[in-house]
């Protein structure tokens, strides 16, 4: 090999080795990104102490009593709150359940008295509606029981949501740290491939002399 040949090719053996440290240096901080985020929100999950409550009596769930800290223990307490939300809001025509938009709105500030009028006709609108329910008069039972299951419907949907969240950021934390292992065996393979062309370069050039 001439030394123009010789000045021309190691400049590009050069970038090409420099390119793949860069692809396997950004393969690393992805996966160690990945498994920082996994971690941290697995910490998070822990400090709050939730445990895996049964999915019913008959059949608790494999993962009943464990702490809630991965996806799938998130995943099994979603479904356990799903349940008890529908035994707790299920009625005689909804016998699966109801959700929080199906439940009446019932007008009370705290589930025990009517926090304002209630007319008689809930589609009556302005004075001179009869009134069924006095504000400050004494809730019936029946409106006591809607107050408390629409409240149990709205708590469930907040906390199967913050869940859901919570496995969703997992999911995103291993397709990070798994993108990153890819990244980083493609420029290993990048610099095997370059140093096994070097190397028969080399060879091939003592061969020539």
């Given amino acids: ?12 053996k050069d970038a090409t080795k420099i390119l793949a440290w860069i692809i396997t240096v950004i393969g690393v901080i992805m996966f160690i990104t990945g498994i920082v985020i996994y971690g941290g929100v697995s910490a998070q999950l822990r400090a709050q102490a939730i445990t895996v409550e049964q999915v019913t009596a008959d059949n608790p769930g494999a993962l009943m009593g464990k702490p809630v800290a991965g996806p799938f ?19 005689a025509d909804n016998p699966n359940g109801r959700t929080f938009g199906q439940i009446p709105q019932v007008a009370s500030s705290n589930g025990y008295t009517y926090s304002k009028d209630v007319p008689a006709d809930p589609t009556c609108t302005g004075s001179n509606c009869q009134i069924l329910h006095k504000a400050g008069d004494v809730m019936t039972s029946d409106d006591m029981a809607a107050w408390a299951v629409r409240g149990t419907a709205q708590q469930s949907g907040f906390l199967q949501a913050s869940l859901l969240l919570s496995v969703l950021a997992f999911g995103v934390a291993a397709f990070i740290a798994g993108v ?8 290993l393979a990048l610099l095997n491939v370059g140093r096994k062309k070097a190397a028969a370069a080399a060879i091939a050039d003592e061969a020539s002399k």
């Fill in 180 to 187: 990153g292992i890819t990244v980083a065996i493609i420029g």
């Fill in 73 to 91: 223990t998130a995943l099994a307490q979603i479904h356990g709150i799903q349940v008890h939300t529908q035994l707790a809001t299920k009625d």
């Fill in 1 to 12: 090999m001439s030394n123009t040949q010789a000045a021309t090719t190691a400049p590009k």
